[in-house]
């Protein structure tokens, strides 16, 4: 026993910082909204990990979060923040479109991240539906330095770089499974996205539907592919094949599944698409995303999250996991959060926003496809610590449920937190008809709960038909609850449907707006005017905005619903409050 103790500290001494103890964590590290994640260790940025999420029509796209610790993250930047970097991105069609799955990598001095826009099915010609773009950056910290994409084609999605040790640059991707479920790669030129020499068939996995999310891995003379199969939802697997050679043979690993929750009653269940990297004393980890509900996958709001879990990879062998549970252990770094940046630390359970003077939006804040910029004005002149949001024509919901062709004005954050109460105060005293300004919780265009206060005159239809209430009355609280078509995964099911309250406020009177999850299954809306209490208007279903890729945002809206009207809404005092999650 000594002899192995001093043979531990000697290693230690051995410039390994002793670090490593075995520290519960919770997950998700990085709760709401933040699928398919990818990470990595960068030692000649001070030893932070980095890692990017998928962002789908959410803009500005790809978070970009920078840990020392593993158990604190910090947004520091997006990659995606000017229209002319992906103009496609403000015509992408349907809730699953957008941006999939992105891959960060550093090599050499420049951090790489290599993703897929995702338009909608178009059934004429699948090609066209993924556009493989590469981006890179000098300086994470920095979202102004990624740079424009460099453009490849490829007929499929969860693009993946690779770089021999000779700086030779390829990809691995997964073939649209609508044609062929492969796993594939190529040579590339990551400078010109000039592809060199074939595409070739690595794996097609062992038989679940949609072998995806490949990461190649080379170590003990052998190749190592990791793969996703069995779709997104609760058949979710992490399978790894290994070759001797780039292209093949593959074979997979006898173990496989080497990660899942498929089959089991966790509360963390759908884990797969993961990504693995080793900390500075070697140790090795994986992330992957997991929706948090159990195997009844009903409710699930806050989408796909992402998991961190201890692995182990000893030499000439295949990597193991550990079970994702909410608490788990392993040998953490010590708490750091020396991270230089001002970003939102992911999970902070109080923000309170007052949008002081020449403050900006925050980092973590997103629109749905490209904003008008011009359309948010933090203090305008005469309205100090207001956020005056100018009504879009479109409603959330859109012209079809699908497309925005001009901008929808609406801009939130990431619910984070199972139980949480969001609230702002609202200002807002439109005369025209149909001008409508509240707050949101917001799926996608199909599936959202807005309570605005809307102004509806006697010449409305809408008005019409609410006969009974007070003609002398033009402004209202109203809750709508769209809950349209389906999602991938949801199902329609009774919400306390509409509700419309006449507004007693005198014009220049503040209204509060207040969501609250009382519960995973329900989101409680309420509203106060000046010196009352608050008073219930209705409540959604929290399944109704389960489902699907993506997760919800709460946020604040202002439209004209389909007409262009000129008053703004002036939004202050933002205030969200999570509750610790239940886990
Ligand atoms: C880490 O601690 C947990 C809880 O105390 C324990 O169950 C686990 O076995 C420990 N793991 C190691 C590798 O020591
Ligand atoms: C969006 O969907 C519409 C209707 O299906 C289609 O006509 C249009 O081409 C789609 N646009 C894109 C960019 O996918
Ligand atoms: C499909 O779209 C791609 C990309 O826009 C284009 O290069 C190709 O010619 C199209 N194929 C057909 C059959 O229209
Ligand atoms: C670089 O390495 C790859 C993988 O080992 C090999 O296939 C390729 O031929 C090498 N290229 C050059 C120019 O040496
Ligand atoms: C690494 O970057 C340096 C400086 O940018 C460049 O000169 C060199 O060719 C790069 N090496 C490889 C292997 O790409
Ligand atoms: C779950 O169980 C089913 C039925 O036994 C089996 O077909 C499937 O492969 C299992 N899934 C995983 C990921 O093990
Ligand atoms: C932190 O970032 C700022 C702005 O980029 C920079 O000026 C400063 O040197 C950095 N500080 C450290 C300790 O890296
Ligand atoms: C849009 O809503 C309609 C109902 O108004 C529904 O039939 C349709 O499926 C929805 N579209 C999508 C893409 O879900
Ligand atoms: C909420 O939605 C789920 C799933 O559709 C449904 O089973 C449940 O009955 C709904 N609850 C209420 C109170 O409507
Ligand atoms: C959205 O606006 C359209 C007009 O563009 C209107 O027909 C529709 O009722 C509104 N729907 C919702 C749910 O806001």
């Not at 109460?421 to 199909?446: C, H, K, P, R, S």
Request: glycine share 10%.
């Amino acid at each position: 026993m000594f002899f192995i103790a001093l043979a531990a500290s000697l290693v230690a001494l051995g410039g390994f910082p002793v670090a490593s103890l075995n520290v519960s964590y919770k997950n998700p590290i990085l709760p709401g909204f933040h699928p398919d994640p990818s990470c990595i260790l960068v030692r000649e940025w001070d030893d932070t990990f980095f890692c990017a999420t998928s962002s789908f029509n959410a803009v500005p796209g790809v978070p970009v979060f920078a840990s020392k610790d593993l158990q604190n993250f910090r947004q520091i930047g997006n990659v995606i923040t000017r229209q002319s970097q992906l103009p496609g991105l403000a015509t992408t069609n349907g809730s699953t479109s957008g941006i999939w799955a992105p891959t960060i990598r550093f090599q050499n001095g420049t951090f790489w991240v290599v993703t897929t826009l995702v338009y909608d099915h178009l059934p004429a010609n699948d090609t066209a539906r993924w556009d493989n773009i590469i981006f890179h950056s000098s300086d994470p910290y920095d979202s102004s330095s990624w740079s424009d994409p460099v453009h490849f084609a490829f007929e499929g999605y969860d693009t993946s770089p690779y770089w021999a040790a000779n700086g030779t640059t390829y990809i691995v991707g997964s073939h649209a499974w609508k044609i062929e479920e492969m796993i594939m790669g190529f040579q590339l030129d990551f400078s010109t996205g000039e592809l060199i020499g074939e595409i070739n068939d690595m794996w097609p996995g062992l038989g679940g539907i949609a072998p995806e999310a490949p990461h190649l891995f080379s170590r003990d003379d052998a190749f190592y592919l990791m793969i996703a199969e069995g779709g997104t939802g609760l058949g979710h697997k992490v399978n790894f094949a290994r070759a001797p050679s780039m292209w093949g043979p593959y074979e997979g690993a006898p173990n496989d599944p080497l990660l899942t929750a498929a089959n089991t009653s966790n509360y963390f269940q759908t884990v797969g698409h993961a990504d693995l990297f080793q900390d500075i004393n070697g140790n090795w980890w994986a992330v992957a995303l997991s929706t948090r509900g159990g195997s009844s996958y009903t409710y699930f709001p806050m989408g796909r999250e992402t998991i961190l879990t201890p692995a182990a990879w000893e030499e000439g062998q295949y990597p193991t996991f550990d079970v994702v549970e909410g608490i788990e252990h392993g040998p953490l770094p010590s708490v750091n959060k020396e991270i230089n940046s001002t970003g939102y630390w992911v999970g902070t359970t109080t923000e309170h926003i007052t949008f002081p003077i020449g403050s900006s939006l925050p980092s973590h804040f997103v629109h749905q496809r490209y904003p008008d910029p011009s359309a948010y004005i933090i203090s305008p002149a005469g309205h100090p610590n207001t956020l005056a949001l100018a009504p879009s024509v479109l409603n959330l919901t859109g012209p079809d449920n699908r497309t925005a062709s001009t901008p929808q004005t609406f801009v939130g954050r990431r619910q984070e937190h199972i139980e949480f109460t969001y609230q702002v105060t609202l200002d807002f005293d439109a005369t025209e008809d149909e001008a409508e300004a509240g707050i949101t919780v917001f799926l996608n265009q199909n599936q959202h709960f807005d309570l605005g206060i809307v102004t509806l005159t006697p010449s409305s239809a809408f008005h019409a038909s609410f006969d009974g209430y007070a003609h002398g009355t033009s402004r209202y609280v109203r809750l709508r609850t769209v809950s349209l078509g389906s999602t991938d995964f949801g199902a329609a099911s009774p919400l306390s449907g509409p509700a419309i309250v006449p507004l007693h406020a005198a014009p220049g009177e503040k209204v509060t707006l207040q969501v609250e999850a009382v519960s995973h299954t329900r989101y409680e809306f309420r509203y106060a005017t000046p010196g009352k209490a608050f008073e219930s208007v209705g409540w959604g279903n929290s399944s109704e905005v389960s489902g699907g890729f993506v997760g919800t945002i709460v946020g604040v809206f202002a439209t004209g619903n389909g007409r262009d009207l000129s008053t703004n809404a002036l939004f202050s005092d933002w205030t969200y409050k999570g509750r610790p999650n239940v886990l």
